[in-house]
């Protein structure tokens, strides 16, 4: 069986998807499961907000137009 304890081992550890996995898992058989329910939306809204930083860099590439926004997309890059 699945548990929180486990899941969270996967968040610290990066797994996010993998821990995404579990705490639905836990809610489908215990739909009152608060701690579930928080580590759902936390999880699911850092992948949104993920998604929309990554369209942002992907229309800042296609859009570039000087060695400046070059180097600030490499220095984007790096960090990632």
Request: glycine share 2%.
């Amino acid at each position: 069986m699945r548990t929180i304890t486990e899941a969270k081992i996967y968040e610290q550890q990066g797994l996010k998807d993998e821990a995404l996995e579990i705490y639905k898992n836990i809610l489908l058989k215990d739909k009152n499961n608060q701690a579930a329910k928080d580590a759902i939306l936390r999880l699911s809204g850092a992948k949104i907000r993920s998604l929309e930083l990554n369209n942002y860099m992907y229309d800042f590439f296609v859009n570039m137009q000087s060695e400046q926004e070059e180097n600030e997309f490499k220095r984007w890059l790096i960090n990632i």
